[in-house]
Protein backbone atom coordinates (compact mmCIF):
# COMPACT_ATOMS: atom_id res chain seq x y z
CA UNK A 1 0.00 0.00 0.00
CA UNK A 2 1.31 3.37 -1.06
CA UNK A 3 0.14 6.20 0.69
CA UNK A 4 0.63 9.64 -1.08
CA UNK A 5 0.81 12.98 0.34
CA UNK A 6 -0.22 15.47 -1.96
CA UNK A 7 -1.22 18.30 0.86
CA UNK A 8 -2.39 18.28 4.22
CA UNK A 9 -5.98 17.66 3.70
CA UNK A 10 -5.25 14.98 0.43
CA UNK A 11 -4.42 11.74 0.69
CA UNK A 12 -4.34 9.00 -1.87
CA UNK A 13 -4.00 5.26 -1.01
CA UNK A 14 -2.61 3.21 -3.77
CA UNK A 15 -2.41 -0.23 -3.46
CA UNK A 16 -0.76 -3.05 -5.24
CA UNK A 17 -3.46 -5.33 -5.61
CA UNK A 18 -7.14 -5.36 -5.01
CA UNK A 19 -6.33 -8.67 -2.43
CA UNK A 20 -4.33 -6.02 -0.34
CA UNK A 21 -7.73 -3.53 -1.17
CA UNK A 22 -9.87 -6.21 0.55
CA UNK A 23 -7.48 -7.08 3.55
CA UNK A 24 -6.87 -3.42 4.60
CA UNK A 25 -10.85 -2.96 4.15
CA UNK A 26 -12.18 -5.99 5.04
CA UNK A 27 -9.48 -7.17 8.68
CA UNK A 28 -11.96 -7.10 11.03
CA UNK A 29 -14.24 -9.45 9.41
CA UNK A 30 -11.91 -11.59 7.99
CA UNK A 31 -10.15 -11.53 11.32
CA UNK A 32 -13.42 -12.95 12.71
CA UNK A 33 -13.48 -15.84 9.89
CA UNK A 34 -10.09 -17.04 11.29
CA UNK A 35 -11.24 -18.28 14.39
CA UNK A 36 -13.04 -20.86 12.48
CA UNK A 37 -11.56 -23.93 11.47
CA UNK A 38 -12.50 -24.26 7.53
CA UNK A 39 -9.98 -22.87 5.07
CA UNK A 40 -9.79 -19.32 3.92
CA UNK A 41 -9.66 -19.45 -0.15
CA UNK A 42 -8.10 -16.70 -2.41
CA UNK A 43 -8.53 -17.56 -5.75
CA UNK A 44 -7.01 -15.16 -9.02
CA UNK A 45 -5.82 -15.38 -12.42
CA UNK A 46 -2.67 -13.94 -11.52
CA UNK A 47 0.33 -14.36 -8.49
CA UNK A 48 -1.32 -10.75 -6.13
CA UNK A 49 -1.29 -12.48 -2.46
CA UNK A 50 2.12 -12.06 -0.47
CA UNK A 51 2.17 -13.47 2.88
CA UNK A 52 3.17 -10.73 4.59
CA UNK A 53 0.26 -8.66 4.05
CA UNK A 54 -1.74 -11.82 6.14
CA UNK A 55 0.77 -11.39 8.69
CA UNK A 56 0.21 -7.62 8.62
CA UNK A 57 -3.67 -8.69 8.81
CA UNK A 58 -3.40 -11.03 11.70
CA UNK A 59 -4.83 -13.96 9.79
CA UNK A 60 -3.43 -17.49 10.27
CA UNK A 61 -0.86 -19.06 7.03
CA UNK A 62 -1.44 -22.24 8.07
CA UNK A 63 -5.26 -21.65 6.48
CA UNK A 64 -4.91 -19.70 3.98
CA UNK A 65 -5.30 -21.05 0.35
CA UNK A 66 -4.23 -18.81 -2.61
CA UNK A 67 -4.86 -20.43 -6.44
CA UNK A 68 -3.34 -18.35 -9.04
CA UNK A 69 -3.18 -18.57 -12.55
CA UNK A 70 -6.71 -19.93 -13.02
CA UNK A 71 -8.88 -19.19 -16.05
CA UNK A 72 -12.32 -16.82 -16.05
CA UNK A 73 -14.20 -20.33 -16.66
CA UNK A 74 -11.85 -22.11 -13.82
CA UNK A 75 -12.46 -19.44 -11.62
CA UNK A 76 -16.48 -19.83 -11.54
CA UNK A 77 -16.19 -23.59 -11.09
CA UNK A 78 -13.75 -23.08 -8.51
CA UNK A 79 -15.95 -20.86 -6.44
CA UNK A 80 -18.83 -22.99 -7.25
CA UNK A 81 -17.11 -26.17 -5.74
CA UNK A 82 -15.67 -24.18 -2.86
CA UNK A 83 -18.99 -23.42 -1.88
CA UNK A 84 -20.77 -25.96 -2.38
CA UNK A 85 -18.44 -28.03 -0.17
CA UNK A 86 -19.01 -26.25 2.63
CA UNK A 87 -15.13 -26.10 3.92
CA UNK A 88 -14.48 -23.05 3.38
CA UNK A 89 -14.84 -19.68 5.92
CA UNK A 90 -14.87 -17.53 3.31
CA UNK A 91 -13.85 -17.07 -0.56
CA UNK A 92 -12.05 -14.72 -2.11
CA UNK A 93 -12.11 -14.22 -5.73
CA UNK A 94 -10.41 -11.61 -8.32
CA UNK A 95 -12.64 -12.07 -11.27
CA UNK A 96 -13.45 -9.83 -14.11
CA UNK A 97 -16.48 -10.24 -16.52
CA UNK A 98 -18.96 -11.94 -15.45
CA UNK A 99 -21.57 -13.07 -17.96
CA UNK A 100 -25.34 -13.70 -16.60
CA UNK A 101 -25.00 -17.40 -16.72
CA UNK A 102 -21.58 -16.96 -14.44
CA UNK A 103 -23.51 -14.79 -12.02
CA UNK A 104 -26.45 -17.44 -11.88
CA UNK A 105 -23.84 -19.88 -10.94
CA UNK A 106 -22.48 -18.31 -8.53
CA UNK A 107 -25.61 -16.50 -6.83
CA UNK A 108 -26.98 -20.04 -6.56
CA UNK A 109 -23.92 -21.54 -5.11
CA UNK A 110 -23.91 -18.89 -2.59
CA UNK A 111 -27.52 -19.46 -1.73
CA UNK A 112 -27.10 -23.29 -0.74
CA UNK A 113 -23.51 -22.11 0.97
CA UNK A 114 -23.24 -20.72 4.57
CA UNK A 115 -19.60 -19.62 2.83
CA UNK A 116 -19.17 -15.93 2.31
CA UNK A 117 -18.06 -14.67 -0.89
CA UNK A 118 -15.81 -11.40 -1.80
CA UNK A 119 -15.96 -11.25 -5.93
CA UNK A 120 -13.46 -8.28 -6.31
CA UNK A 121 -13.27 -6.32 -9.53
CA UNK A 122 -9.61 -5.95 -10.81
CA UNK A 123 -8.83 -3.26 -13.17
CA UNK A 124 -5.07 -1.54 -13.00
CA UNK A 125 -6.85 1.61 -13.33
CA UNK A 126 -10.08 1.02 -10.78
CA UNK A 127 -9.97 -1.45 -8.26
CA UNK A 128 -13.80 -1.52 -6.36
CA UNK A 129 -15.27 -4.44 -4.25
CA UNK A 130 -17.89 -6.38 -3.93
CA UNK A 131 -19.25 -9.15 -1.43
CA UNK A 132 -22.06 -11.28 -0.67
Partial sequence: MLIE????????????TPFQQVLQQQR???R?????KKWQLWLSDRP?????????????KQKVVHLANLTNNNLVSTIEKALQSKTCSYVVACINDLNEQDKQ?????VLTSDTC????????SQQSVQYH
Fill in 117 to 124: LFLVHDEQ
Fill in 28 to 30: PLL
Fill in 5 to 16: HSSPQLMAINFE
Fill in 32 to 36: SFNKE
Fill in 48 to 60: MLKRSWLNIAGLD
Fill in 105 to 109: RIEQA
